[in-house]
């Protein structure tokens, strides 16, 4: 890459000289400015909520301005406390215990952030479902977690397979108008019953607070377990990377169901006291910029998939916006394409930060910082208090500029603590006390990180992490379908977008409204993101000879590469 660097630019950043912070720093001084360390009294609900609204000069400051085609609405920080007080009594008087598994699966609104902070509130852990999630997707990660609850909307029920589901022993529909029963509760019936005085369930910092499913090369999607003690590099990676500053109005724009949507929807801008724009429904060039314009955004993290279509609407549509309010713009999920740095410096005369991280590491470890030189194309750099390095398969360190695996030290706060009922896979990802990311990058001679790829078969589709063995699972469940073999394929505007192959049973015969049919199967099955944009019937799919797909023959066929070593490929 030989774009110049673009240069930081003198300003009132919160973290300053960040090479020389980094050389002495010490997590210990970041806990130290929590209550609890003092206090012993832990729950991240409380240091994200709670602490402000008890705070005379915050109480009435918007915590979260909501909107949606449909509807608007804002909340003070005493207004989510007092909601989420409401829901905690809803789940004691259902009987939710700490540790219990609930499960929120709805659009995002209001009444999502209300629950979220209530189960945190009795101790219980918080597993948010996106809601484009189908049936099958659904399932999987109600089964994996033995979920005892779900909160829901009566649209979305109908994607819940509760004959299924044993263990899933009362439902929590918004927007129920009828009496709470044995198993569904009407949430506005019991809200407005509910008192808006709660004890907070104190717990350890190590206790359950939220399992994100994600998925792999292999098997169903995992349950990343995470706990309370994440806050502490929540807080910190608000401060330092998204340096946000008490009279922000920050935007981010993942959904909950994915861990930027947790992380850094919820956790970081909260802790850090700023008011935070959430916004409900599609994605329109028009319609976020709006968002920032009415808002007055000041502090904006996105992903490079909804940039590069807001480069594609073009210069006409940027131009009717006020964009002047935002200082501080970031990304996530995907590799920032050089093009699009430049974009934004044209566009809204900012640097776009690049950040890099993952379901598994709870909070950025990568990052361009605000006073740091940006190198388009690259990560940037570890945050203070993370060391990363490229190492080889036996876990040796490499030299600059050599490509391996991206790999962390153990030790950051915000790490998984646990793959849910699957303790061997959590161990799978360590190598002489270092985290293996499954991305493959490498270090140039000053220390800036540059992502090359992901070393297993996970596919990134518009941000969106895929396991390709399952969309082939669902694949061989239609009557037509006999093998599948699922593999990402690039694309200018997603990064990458699934493609399909697959050999039909016989009596069937290839057809376009086949290809159609099979395509619709996965989508109303898994999810719309999950569903092969490109499928191709082949005859065979290579294997190898103990049975397992060769997914990397089928991409350097489509590719036209070199397909390597076919030497355990079947007859
Ligand atoms: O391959 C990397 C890619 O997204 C993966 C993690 O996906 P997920 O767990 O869904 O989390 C996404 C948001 C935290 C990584 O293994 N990825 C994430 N950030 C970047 C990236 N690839 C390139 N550049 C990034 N900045």
Known sequence: MDMQPILAREGNHNLRNYEKIRESF?????????????????????????????????????????????????????????????????????????????????PRSPEFYASFFGILKVGAIAGPLFEAFMEQAVRDRLEDSEATMLITTPELLKRVPQEDLPNLKKIVLIGYHSETNEKYVDYYHEMEQASEEFEIEWVSLEDGMLLHYTSGSTGKPKGVYHVHNAMIQHYATGDWVLDLKEDDIYWCTADPGWVTGTSYGIFAPWLNGVTNVIRGGRFTAESWYETIDKNNVTVWYTAPTALRKLVSAGEKVVKKYDLSSLRHVLSVGEPLNPEVITWGVNAFNLRIHDTWWMTETGAMLIVNLPDMDIRPGSMGKPIPGVEAAIIDNEGNELPPNQMGNLAIKQGWPSMMRAIWNNPGKYESYFINGWYVSGDSAYRDEDGYFWFQGRLDDVINTSGERVGPFEVESKLIEHPAVSEAGVIGKPDPERGEIIKAFITLNEGYQASDELVEEIRKFVKTGLSAHAAPREIEIKDTIPKTRSGKIMRRLLKSWELGLPTGDTSTLEE
Request: charged letters at 30%.
């Open 26 to 106: 010490d997590w210990e001084d970041v806990r130290k400015t929590f209550s609890w360390y003092e206090s012993g009294k832990v729950n991240a609900a409380y240091e994200t909520i709670d602490r402000h609204a008890d705070d005379p000069a915050k109480k009435d400051q918007p915590a979260l301005i909501y909107s949606s085609p449909e509807r608007e609405e804002t909340l003070t920080f005493g207004q989510l406390k007092a909601l989420s007080n409401k829901f905690a009594n809803l789940l004691k008087k259902q009987n939710i215990q700490k540790g219990d598994r609930v499960f929120l699966f709805m």
